[in-house]
């Protein structure tokens, strides 16, 4: 890693607060252990490993995340709740709830023991901040208020209740939406925390999971509180949402987002929402997940991305990263030529 690669991340809150930094920044939600070892050339066994990579990989902030059980008691959920983590590609992956979940009624919500302040485990910040290098910086990153809330209840139970019954979704969104803004507000209270990332999927490819009102009555508001604690602190607000998210695009500018991550490809045009909205946001991503990062070539990979840079990167902005994250069955020779010709031809002024 040369001396102008080093973590620098004036450069990347710069880049989220929609500004022309030294060079365009590298940010991923997240990158699967082995891209890490194979980076590193050794095994990744502890938060100093973790630190290590990002910086000499090129990277100026690490993210991190409280460690939190929403499930406490550990309840045994239903039989029809079926998740599996298994990454063997000759099953069946469901990966959420599609029927009944853990919560279905008004009664089921009030005896379930949500974790207390006290359970949930900031240790990694206060780790993290005693090894990190100059120049660096912490991201805190947590979410799924919309999530947690269907997958909680299954998405099947919870879309029937959004009409049968609006109270229970009412007070499952309130109660998430405490919960996971007070741990946003214990993040943000760190002073090398330097940028919140809020996560929670609201579409797929064509559209939305659900009207555009159910997220303005229950998701909105509460991403306006985490906006508020980084406008107190003087931080950027990261948002990410997997696929098609036009018909709330102007809503999410409204709850104070900085940047938006990761941009499909498959799902929203990055370089018509940089002619629309370049100067008011930073766009993250789009490096296509789908095919070039996973089957196509490095060559394919270093011509996207230099493409996106040219493209995405004039006035600032833009955040190179894939479209989503970095998982094992990314070739490494991939993921090495994305971020080398973001190390390469990234500076600016832009060629």
Known sequence: MSRKNEPNFERLRTALFAGQPDRVPLLELSIDCSIKEKFLGRPVRNL???????ARAGYDAIKLSPLMDINPDHREPREDWRTTDSLEFNRDRVWAPEGAGMITSIEELESYRWPLPQEIDYSPFETAAKLLPPGMKI??????????????????????????NPQLVARMMSTLGALITDMFATMADFQEVGALWYSDDLAFKTGLLVSPQVLRSHLFPWMKKIS??????????IYHSDGKLDQVMDDLLDCGI????????????????????GGQICLVGNVDLEYTLTRGTPQEVAAETLALICDVGPGGGYCMSSSNSIPAYVPFANYQAMIETTLQHGWYPLD
Not at 228 to 237: E, H, S, T, W
Not at 262 to 271: G, H, K, S, V
């Open 48 to 54: 100093r490993d973790e630190i290590d990579f990002f």
């Open 139 to 164: 991201i805190g990153q947590y979410g799924d208020i919309f999530t947690w809330a269907w997958t909680l209840m299954g998405f099947e139970t919870f879309s029937l209740a959004l009409v049968d």
């Open 228 to 237: 508020q604690l980084c406008v107190k602190r003087g931080i950027p607000f």
């Open 258 to 277: 900085n940047a938006l991550h990761p941009i499909e490809p498959q799902a929203m045009n990055i370089r018509e929402l940089k002619r629309e909205y």
